[in-house]
């Protein structure tokens, strides 16, 4: 069975850093494209980052040079380190992935809640 | 990066209506899109992928059509549980934005 589980995220002062953690089982990271997609407090749903199985990564403009993804195969681990972090970055962080080869997230972590603040 | 423009952003129905919502994307992306659900406090639930292809579980009164530049989700006749909020993605290779989000209340 496909499982996505987030982990790391908290209570963060402005300019500070994080790393956010999506363990998955049932299938292989580094095999698959991943994505992180993150939610505001009341708002709609955002793309933040993905992963190619081939390695390439993309990033959306209002986190890039401040964020990056990466995968660790050993412990079939997704990863977002997010640095310089702003109050606008405050969101539910999701880890997704799709298991066949087409255009869709067919499996979603819980997400894991950043807040940033002072 | 490839915009998604959704519309409307709300709409009222009543149980047993036809909803069409749509998505005009900012450039033309063949059939890269899919449709999501989501409820409060969940993560998105796939509905459509490859624009018109049904998510396995998923009722059939959910459709997806379009290619190119504009999609539509249609629900043929609104059940209760199907009151949420709903999202278009885009899967370009360098971006994968989503819509802005279409919120189905109850009239």
């Known amino acids: 069975e496909v499982q996505l589980v987030e982990s790391g995220g908290g209570l963060i002062q402005p300019g500070g850093s994080l790393r956010l953690s999506c363990a998955a089982s049932g299938f292989t990271v580094s095999s698959n494209y991943m994505s992180w997609v993150r939610q505001a407090p009341g708002g709609g749903l955002e793309w933040v980052s993905h992963i190619y199985s081939g390695g390439a990564t993309y990033y959306a403009d209002s986190v890039r040079d401040r964020f990056t993804i990466s995968r660790d195969n050993s412990q079939n681990t997704l990863y977002l380190q997010m640095n310089s972090l702003r109050a606008d970055d405050t969101a539910v962080y999701y880890c997704?992935?799709?298991?066949?080869?087409?255009?869709?997230?067919?499996?979603w972590g819980q997400g894991t809640l950043v807040t940033v603040s002072s | 990066a490839i915009q998604l423009t959704q519309s409307p952003s709300s709409l009222s129905a009543s149980v047993g209506d036809r909803v069409t919502i749509t998505c005009r994307a900012s450039q033309g992306i063949s059939s890269a899109l899919a449709w999501y659900q989501q409820k409060p406090g969940k993560p998105p639930k796939l509905l459509i992928y490859?624009?018109?292809s049904l998510e396995s579980g998923v009722p059939s009164r959910f459709s997806g059509s379009g290619s190119g530049t504009d999609f539509a989700l249609t629900i043929s006749s609104l059940q209760p549980e199907d009151f949420a909020t709903y999202y278009c993605?885009?899967?370009?290779?360098?971006?994968?934005?989503f819509g802005g989000g279409t919120k189905v209340e109850i009239k």
């Open positions: 490859d624009a018109s």
């Open positions: 993605q885009q899967f370009d290779t360098f971006s994968n934005t």
């Open positions: 997704a992935t799709n298991t066949y080869d087409d255009y869709g997230l067919d499996y």
